[in-house]
């Protein structure tokens, strides 16, 4: 566990630089870009780059922010930070999602929290709601905003599960996620998502490496 935790235990909101635990509008509201962003059938690292171009532009603090720039300069800015495959949809998808936080929840993710009476099942329900947010997405927000949303832990997805009983550790979330202290759930799970996509990309070097062959 503690080599785990030592080689993949950093949540990607940590890697961004985004203070979860802090709880803040603007925290909550970058967590979410993310998610959507890596809920895209794409590279969680790609998804990171796309995120940071963003951020640099100012437009990841508020829905607002967001919402003021055009489809044209989201659509360059996606591009030239490698997401290309997907960089007109999600433009699109970007301004929907920011309309209806600012329509819905004033701009502010955490009054869907409020909305679902800090009920783990509403909240993901309600985040499947904003454009671009399935199920993939509801759980990358929900794992990771577990950090600062007490009524989330343990959470952790089906991607998680699978990698624990591959390392042979409990499925079960309650059971491993007695197995570390409660700051260290997130860190916990994130190090399993990272173990889990790292099996799948060197399993695809290796069929490509055999097709090429």
């Given at each position: 566990m503690g080599e785990l935790l030592a080689r993949h235990g950093r949540t990607f909101a940590?890697?961004?630089?985004v203070d979860v635990p802090a709880d803040t509008a603007e925290a909550m509201f970058e967590l979410l870009l993310f998610a959507l962003l890596a809920s895209a059938r794409i590279r969680t690292s790609v998804a990171?780059?796309?995120?940071r171009a963003l951020r640099e532009q100012g437009w990841t603090t508020t829905a607002a922010a967001m919402s003021e720039t055009s489809w044209a300069d989201r659509t360059r800015v996606l591009n030239q930070s490698g997401y290309a495959r997907?960089?007109?949809?999600?433009s699109r998808?970007?301004?929907d999602a920011c309309g209806y936080l600012l329509d819905t929840y004033d701009g502010d993710i955490r009054r869907l929290r409020d909305e679902a009476d800090h009920t783990p099942e509403r909240e993901r329900l309600l985040l499947q709601k904003i454009k671009?947010?399935?199920p993939v997405g509801a759980d990358i927000f929900l794992r990771e905003a577990q950090a600062a949303w007490?009524?989330?832990v343990p959470y952790a997805d089906q991607r998680a599960?699978?990698?624990a009983g591959d390392l042979g550790l409990p499925r079960d979330v309650r059971t491993l996620s007695a197995l570390v202290e409660r700051e260290d759930i997130p860190r916990l799970v994130a190090a399993l998502v990272r173990t889990r996509l790292e099996h799948d990309a060197e399993e695809v070097r290796r069929q490509a490496a055999s097709h090429g062959g």
């Amino acid at each position: 566990m503690g080599e785990l935790l030592a080689r993949h235990g950093r949540t990607f909101a940590d890697e961004l630089g985004v203070d979860v635990p802090a709880d803040t509008a603007e925290a909550m509201f970058e967590l979410l870009l993310f998610a959507l962003l890596a809920s895209a059938r794409i590279r969680t690292s790609v998804a990171v780059d796309a995120f940071r171009a963003l951020r640099e532009q100012g437009w990841t603090t508020t829905a607002a922010a967001m919402s003021e720039t055009s489809w044209a300069d989201r659509t360059r800015v996606l591009n030239q930070s490698g997401y290309a495959r997907y960089d007109e949809s999600t433009s699109r998808i970007l301004a929907d999602a920011c309309g209806y936080l600012l329509d819905t929840y004033d701009g502010d993710i955490r009054r869907l929290r409020d909305e679902a009476d800090h009920t783990p099942e509403r909240e993901r329900l309600l985040l499947q709601k904003i454009k671009g947010i399935g199920p993939v997405g509801a759980d990358i927000f929900l794992r990771e905003a577990q950090a600062a949303w007490d009524e989330l832990v343990p959470y952790a997805d089906q991607r998680a599960l699978q990698s624990a009983g591959d390392l042979g550790l409990p499925r079960d979330v309650r059971t491993l996620s007695a197995l570390v202290e409660r700051e260290d759930i997130p860190r916990l799970v994130a190090a399993l998502v990272r173990t889990r996509l790292e099996h799948d990309a060197e399993e695809v070097r290796r069929q490509a490496a055999s097709h090429g062959g």
